[in-house]
């Protein structure tokens, strides 16, 4: 029987012995492999973990004790120690486990936390109410050293660093990518002499008697304060040679480390320290990314942060997805680059998921990847832009959420030309809520000067890319899904700036589709059409601002329907609909999208059926309301 099979709660591990351990990190490893080359997932974090993980819950009591996850995705080896190994076949589809924390899973997932740099943030925030309710409970953040990069991390330090009491231990989980090979020597050679350090700053003795000595030296006249003196240079000295981050201390954080977060049993006495301490600790730890499975190790890219469908021996992908929207915009953007050298890039720690490898090779020079920091990335653009630069913004959409003021107040205000380019807009499938890109063209339609493209193809991304380039008086904005590139579609006719995809004789039915969803909008009108009701199909790809010539469209038609891949609220189509009623036009529109609220995951096929964009459910409306219409106009003639 193996270990891993007996394990159905926290409660469990602490019964194991040093080696029982060793083994059981084993079959987590082989389990987190198999499962995941089945399901995809992030693969690599998880492997990262386990050891570090097994030590947390074996030092502290989930659920009693909450522990907090920097980007969630981090947390599958926490999952399988809480009981959810069975769930596993499941991961990240509908109805299934999630990828991130989940509270509906779990009493032991505190937070459904998905965006880095928030964990420390909610742990101070919990820490707090502990405090304040006389709660004996210890706050553990589990945070990444990329996720430190972000400034909400920082703020939240300068916090903790004055709280006092707070019974919070961070767990900086270093992934050994951003340390020399000097580094990484340095931190297993004090494995003994690092230890024992430790073990006397994390004592309240040491604390007290430091106190007074500094009293007594700086109140003891000239002579006590060169002894003062002396003193703090050679602590301070000690110090920063021996611990790598000296800036925690700094801050005034009591900081332990580093420690080798593979070693379970070197962890544990670190986690002991920092527990009984009484107050924040930092406790920092060395691990690698991807450990334990060699194609992984040898991923020089990413260390399969996230993989889809894979062979568990070979890592190789046994789903060859097709040519994307983001190949597309990295080869179109790096030509662009190649003729005018004032376009730079721009992204926070996703140079190669945004498509931005291909330029990086070929401009070194020109972009600037700041990690994981949003909204330095959008002011530092109109730095840029204000220099004479055309700075491109490439971000997953979910992401821009966090920097809308730099947009509104940093680039819109001051007219700059900044393009955003933003990837996973739309339904995103499996990551689920909080990585679906629905808002954006939502809170984008507030910034005023802002134009904003959803092309449907490969040929209007790359049209639209060199358009966007060429603003240099307000923001732009293209926006695409994370789909395969579709099969190209042309228009049968050009109506000012607005593309006709299908027309049909005497229409009554406008059909606007917006980016990935225009094939949905042309196979709508083609049912309209088999069913006798005239239908015409546009797409204005550039949504923002609504066009003249869409405007009399909607005009010359009795029912416009609107599709996109964005919330209905404040979307594309509800910007439609209110510049018509500016416009005294008073045909009805009806605005299809993503219904308010959070969408959970699942395949996009599936979570767009739920949400009625299916091409049968849109035709089915178009025909009853036109039905509809009918049998009123009937009822009216005849009363008259």
């Given at each position: ?7 159905s709660g926290?409660?469990d ?9 060793k ?20 693969l ?10 097994i030590?947390v819950?074996?030092?502290f009591d989930s659920?009693?004790d ?12 926490h999952k ?7 769930g596993f076949?499941?991961?990240?589809k509908?109805?299934?486990?999630s ?9 032991h997932d ?11 943030s909610w742990a ?7 405090r ?5 409970r210890?706050?553990?953040a ?11 991390a920082?703020e ?16 900086v989980n ?20 690092g230890q ?5 700053r994390?004592?309240?003795?040491y604390?007290r ?5 500094k ?10 304060q060169?002894?003062y003196g002396l003193?703090?240079?050679?602590k301070?000295g000690?110090?920063?040679?021996l ?10 954080l009591?900081?332990?480390g ?5 070693d379970i049993?070197a962890m ?9 301490f009484?107050g ?8 690698e990314k ?12 990413d260390?399969?942060?996230a993989?889809?469908v894979i062979?568990?021996e070979?890592g ?9 929207w ?9 030509r ?15 140079v190669h998921?945004?498509g931005?490898?291909?330029f ?12 994981i920091a ?5 002011t ?12 491109v913004?490439a971000?997953?959409?979910t ?5 809308f003021?730099?947009?509104?107040m940093?680039?819109?205000l001051?007219?700059?030309g900044v ?7 739309g ?16 809170f984008?339609g ?9 092309p449907?193809?490969?040929q209007r991304?790359?049209e ?14 293209i926006?695409f899904?994370?789909?395969?590139l ?7 006719r ?6 006709v995809?299908l027309?049909s004789?005497n229409p009554?039915v406008l059909?606007v ?18 069913q006798?009701i ?23 038609h009795d ?6 891949d964005?919330?209905?609220v404040?979307?594309?189509g509800?910007?439609?609909s ?13 605005e299809?999208?993503i219904?308010p ?8 096929s599936?979570?767009l059926d739920?949400q009625?964009l299916?091409?049968q459910q849109?035709?089915r409306?178009?025909?009853?309301a036109?039905a ?9 003639s005849?009363?008259?």
């Amino acid at each position: 029987m193996s270990l891993l099979s007996r394990i159905s709660g926290p409660e469990d591990l602490k019964r194991l012995s040093g080696d029982q351990l060793k083994q059981l990190a084993k079959e987590i490893r082989g389990f987190l492999i198999s499962s995941v080359s089945r399901t995809g997932g992030h693969l690599g974090p998880n492997l990262g973990v386990v050891e570090l993980t097994i030590a947390v819950h074996r030092v502290f009591d989930s659920p009693r004790d909450a522990i907090i996850f920097d980007t969630g995705h981090q947390s599958y080896v926490h999952k399988i120690l809480t009981g959810r190994q069975q769930g596993f076949a499941t991961l990240r589809k509908r109805h299934g486990l999630s990828g991130y924390p989940q509270r509906s899973e779990s009493e032991h997932d505190w937070v459904e936390n998905s965006h880095a740099s928030t964990s420390l943030s909610w742990a101070d925030g919990l820490a707090k109410a502990f405090r304040l309710k006389g709660e004996d409970r210890y706050v553990v953040a589990i945070v990444g050293d990329g996720a430190l990069t972000g400034g909400m991390a920082w703020e939240a330090l300068n916090n903790i660093a004055v709280s006092g009491d707070e019974r919070l231990v961070i767990v900086v989980n270093d992934n050994g990518r951003s340390y020399t090979p000097t580094v990484g020597g340095l931190a297993t050679q004090l494995s003994g002499l690092g230890q024992q350090l430790s073990a006397i700053r994390t004592d309240r003795r040491y604390e007290r008697l430091l106190r007074r000595i500094k009293d007594k030296a700086r109140n003891g006249g000239l002579f006590g304060q060169m002894a003062y003196g002396l003193l703090h240079g050679f602590k301070t000295g000690v110090k920063d040679v021996l611990v790598p981050n000296g800036m925690f201390s700094d801050l005034g954080l009591k900081y332990v480390g580093p420690i080798d977060g593979h070693d379970i049993g070197a962890m544990e006495l670190a986690l002991h320290q920092a527990r009984g301490f009484g107050g924040p600790v930092l406790v920092h730890c060395i691990t690698e990314k991807g450990r334990g499975f060699r194609a992984a190790e040898e991923n020089e890219q990413d260390r399969f942060h996230a993989v889809g469908v894979i062979d568990e021996e070979t890592g190789e992908a046994l789903v060859k997805g097709g040519r994307t929207w983001t190949d597309a915009f990295g080869e179109e953007l790096a030509r662009i680059a190649a003729t005018d050298d004032r376009v730079v890039a721009i992204t926070a720690a996703m140079v190669h998921p945004t498509g931005l490898g291909r330029f990086a090779k070929l401009f070194p020079d020109r972009i600037f990847d700041v990690g994981i920091a949003e909204q330095h990335a959008v002011t530092a653009a109109a730095g840029l832009a204000r220099g004479g630069m055309h700075p491109v913004v490439a971000l997953y959409a979910t992401f821009l959420n966090r920097a809308f003021d730099q947009v509104l107040m940093d680039v819109g205000l001051h007219r700059l030309g900044v393009t955003f380019v933003l990837d996973r807009a739309g339904l995103t499938g499996p990551d689920g809520p909080s990585h679906h890109g629905i808002w954006d063209a939502s809170f984008l339609g507030l910034v005023p000067g802002l134009q904003l493209a959803a092309p449907r193809d490969e040929q209007r991304l790359d049209e639209a890319l060199r358009r966007a380039a060429a603003i240099d008086d307000g923001p732009s904005v293209i926006r695409f899904s994370k789909d395969s590139l579709p099969e190209p579609q042309p228009a049968v006719r050009r109506r000012g700036d607005v593309d006709v995809l299908l027309e049909s004789n005497n229409p009554r039915v406008l059909v606007v589709g917006y980016g990935a969803l225009c094939p949905v909008a042309v196979e709508v009108g083609s049912r309209l059409d088999q069913q006798g009701i005239g239908a015409t199909v546009v797409d204005p790809v550039w949504a923002l601002p609504v066009s003249g010539d869409l405007l009399g469209l909607v005009a010359a038609h009795d029912l416009v329907l609107t599709i996109e891949d964005n919330s209905v609220v404040g979307g594309l189509g509800a910007r439609l609909s209110l510049e018509a009623k500016r416009a005294g036009i008073d045909t009805r529109i009806r605005e299809f999208g993503i219904s308010p609220g959070y969408v959970p995951q699942g395949s996009r096929s599936e979570l767009l059926d739920e949400q009625g964009l299916s091409a049968q459910q849109l035709a089915r409306f178009a025909i009853e309301a036109i039905a509809r219409a009918e049998e009123a106009a009937q009822v009216t003639s005849s009363g008259l």
